[in-house]
């Protein structure tokens, strides 16, 4: 960690923010001083919730005392407890190392187990509380569900009471992270002993895996006592297409400060997005994902593809990670699955020769919401008659994968959902909107 000034950080996050602020990115959240939620009368109806954010989407915090380090530059030891996510020393030429030899995990192939880089400890601040997923920055302008929650208290709602953030290491699959689903599941009890009556969740992006994943660990039984519903918000259920981008040759989401090959040893070292990758056996056998003069790559190809990249380590972790979620078992609670689509969404990238240290040059593209495709996100489709439950679907059209948790007309329905007013509508179409 490099030390700068408080003016500095706050210049440099606002210049990555607006860098971002019309990139589509799955990784980073990309709003810079989120829109206002509007003035709304208040609701009688506010059944607790809890909100499981995405890949990226709530703050870590480290303390450091590392035996060797990656430049002279770089802090050694820190006494207190610093901002690891989002942390300004990302966006400096040098610092970019020092972060990511903080934040890496070292994966153990005998033991398949992550651990911290060596003198690292990570945590994860705010659990059971809403401010580590409103802003990812202390300086609150790096924006996630600042405006749905905003909306909420507007309605009725109490942070941290009534309405509560679930944020974990988002660096682990679930496979590593018993003690959060531990704490999730006393969570869900204690605000249903609070207020009697049962919890719903909501998650975005990835964090609807991790909730699916919760889920499919607890019995009926208590599902039925305790959880009243699941708001899935833009979910990746057949993987994301983007992950073999990401881990071929990164992706910095238009942040020119660090490019894609730097951002690229960060992006390898988390079994997130091993986990993400596009599910075998869901996915056509013959769908390309990755082109190149030399080799066309489909799901039965991941050996090879994490060989050709120099990443051999990435297939014990999907070898980990792959069966986690990938049956897309039924929750066995009422759903409500929300997405985005009507807008181009990369299916297949197109590598030439320098592939993988060298962007695409070209993309084959799908139906989506800009991130993830229709075909993924639909998929929670087939839970339709399989579980006793109910499972209402919503698709809206034009609207992209970080505008879920923003747009007026999704906060205006999980209003409804929350209000006990089931019956949602198949389609929104918000491409005429003027907001």
């Known amino acids: 960690t490099l030390q700068t000034s408080h003016l500095a950080f706050s210049v440099l996050l606002l210049a990555f923010l607006l860098g971002l602020h019309h990139s589509s990115g799955f990784w980073i959240v990309n709003v810079v001083f989120p829109p206002p939620a509007k003035p709304?009368?208040?609701?009688?109806s506010t059944p607790p919730l809890i909100i499981v954010p995405?890949?990226?989407?709530?703050?870590?915090?480290?303390?450091?005392?590392?035996?060797?380090?990656?430049?002279?530059l770089c802090y050694k030891k820190t006494e207190k407890w610093f901002p690891l996510w989002i942390d300004l020393n990302m966006f400096i030429p040098i610092g970019v190392d020092c972060w990511i030899?903080?934040?890496r995990l070292a994966y153990n192939r005998t033991t398949r187990r992550s651990s911290n880089s060596p003198g690292v400890q990570v945590r994860v601040p705010g659990f059971g509380q809403t401010y580590s997923i409103?802003?990812?920055?202390?300086?609150?302008?790096?924006?996630?569900?600042?405006?749905m929650v905003e909306h909420l208290v507007n309605v009725g709602y109490i942070r941290n009471e009534t309405v509560r953030g679930a944020p974990y290491d988002w660096r682990l699959a679930p496979n590593e992270n018993a003690e959060y689903l531990a704490k999730l599941q006393n969570l869900v009890e204690e605000m249903y002993n609070q207020y009697q009556e049962p919890v719903y969740l909501l998650g975005h992006s990835m964090g609807c895996h991790y909730v699916l994943y919760f889920l499919n660990q607890q019995s009926q039984a208590w599902k039925d006592k305790y959880i009243r519903g699941f708001i899935s918000l833009g979910a990746p259920w057949g993987g994301a297409v983007k992950v073999l981008r990401v881990l071929a040759s990164g992706v910095n989401d238009g942040l020119s400060m660090i490019s894609n090959l730097k951002i690229r040893e960060e992006q390898r070292m988390v079994t997130?997005?091993?986990?993400?990758?596009?599910v075998e056996g869901i996915w056509p056998s013959d769908h390309v994902f990755i082109s190149t003069p030399t080799f066309n790559y489909t799901t039965k190809d991941y050996q090879r593809f994490f060989k050709d990249i120099d990443n051999e380590e990435g297939w014990y972790m999907w070898e980990d990670t792959k069966n986690l979620t990938?049956?897309?078992?039924?929750?066995g609670v009422e759903v409500w699955c929300m997405y985005g689509m009507g807008l181009p969404t990369a299916v297949t990238n197109i590598y030439d020769e320098v592939f993988p240290n060298g962007d695409p040059v070209d993309f084959?593209?799908?139906?989506?919401?800009?991130?993830?495709?229709?075909?993924s996100m639909s998929l929670c489709k087939r839970w339709v008659g399989k579980q006793e439950k109910p499972v209402h679907i919503t698709e809206f059209r034009g609207l992209f994968h970080l505008d879920m948790v923003f747009h007026e007309k999704v906060l205006d329905q999980i209003q409804d959902i929350l209000e006990g007013k089931s019956d949602t509508?198949?389609?929104?179409d918000v491409r005429t909107d003027t907001e």
């Open 101 to 103: 030899d903080n934040i």
């Open 364 to 375: 084959v593209y799908a139906d989506g919401d800009g991130t993830v495709d229709t075909f």
């Open 425 to 428: 509508p198949t389609e929104v």
């Open 326 to 331: 990938s049956d897309l078992h039924p929750p």
């Open 54 to 72: 995405g890949n990226l989407g709530n703050r870590l915090e480290a303390k450091i005392d590392k035996p060797t380090l990656v430049h002279w």
């Open 134 to 147: 409103e802003y990812l920055d202390y300086n609150r302008l790096a924006g996630y569900f600042y405006t």
């Open 272 to 278: 997130t997005n091993a986990w993400m990758l596009p």
């Open 40 to 44: 709304k009368v208040p609701s009688n």
